[in-house]
């Protein structure tokens, strides 16, 4: 376990670096680079950086976690979400390889149809080839389920993994019940108010992100890392200006030492 002063000094090392770093500008041509180099390297298993140790915060204490934990945070919480409203159809945005979709469908076997969408190509190929040869190790470390379970669960639903754009959703105005993303609009700094704008037109019911959202940051150091990088950061507000209904907003736990996370859950008001 690495010390409290440890944890401390690298996120000072990591602001003052970034006092001195070239701010990036991210576009189109970056994000899709990225993200199609990381979703073809992923080849049937959690991307490699899942597995390295990192240093954490726990409800603000130093901690030492892989990042296959946060993962599992996020899979919980949208799993709790997902029980409290009872859905029956949802769409994961940015959904990249299918994993989170692979886990949510394991643990909820009563919703029979799930959906994402990524901007890669790499993405929904490499979903399809998860769907096909599960990493059950991996989920099984997700969701609590045995290897067996999963296998049995999984073959009763149908996850559809396609190409496309969260700012234009090729999806009819009210499709989902219950859409969701993780991570996904850190790619966005500037688009992001239509991808929201977006997200409430085909949702139904409720929706939930796990953003980098401001009020999640808790720290000067994390809020210039994000300028540095080019991320996305704007306040939950962002909601409720693309129509949402803002039910709660909760910082999430267990923290990346240079970025922070929020989940924003909201409802949709009909007639709106």
């Known amino acids: 376990m690495k010390s409290r002063y440890h944890v401390y000094g690298s996120i000072t090392r990591d602001a003052l670096r970034g006092l001195f770093k070239h701010i990036k500008r991210r576009d189109d041509g970056v994000s899709h680079k990225e993200y199609e180099s990381v979703w073809k390297s992923s080849d049937h298993r959690l991307q490699k950086f899942l597995y390295k140790p990192r240093p954490a915060l726990y409800h603000g204490t130093p901690a030492v976690i892989r990042g296959l934990d946060l993962q599992k945070q996020a899979i919980y919480e949208m799993s709790d979400a997902i029980s409290s409203f009872r859905p029956a159809s949802v769409l994961e945005l940015g959904a990249g390889n299918g994993a989170n979709l692979l886990a949510l469908a394991a643990l909820h076997p009563e919703i029979t149809t799930w959906t994402g969408i990524d901007i890669t190509e790499s993405g929904p190929d490499a979903a399809n080839k998860l769907q096909k040869d599960p990493p059950m190790e991996e989920l099984a ?43 996904a609009f850190e790619q966005l700094p500037r688009d992001h108010l239509t991808a929201f704008r977006e997200a409430r037109r085909v949702c139904r019911k409720h929706a939930c992100f796990i953003e980098e959202f401001r009020e999640a940051q808790g720290s000067l150091f994390r809020r210039l890392h994000l300028r540095n990088v080019d ?20 910082p999430m736990p267990l923290q990346n030492l240079k970025l922070g996370t929020g989940m924003a859950v909201c409802g949709v008001t009909r007639g709106v």
Do not use: K, N, W
């Open 231 to 250: 991320y996305f950061r704007a306040s939950y507000d962002v909601c409720v200006s693309a129509g949402f209904t803002l039910l709660r907003f909760t």
């Open 141 to 183: 470390y997700l969701t609590g389920l045995d290897p067996a379970e999963i296998s049995q669960r999984l073959a009763r639903v149908v996850i559809e993994c396609l190409v496309g754009d969260m700012r234009a959703l090729p999806f009819a105005d009210g499709s989902f019940d219950f859409v969701f993303s993780h991570v």
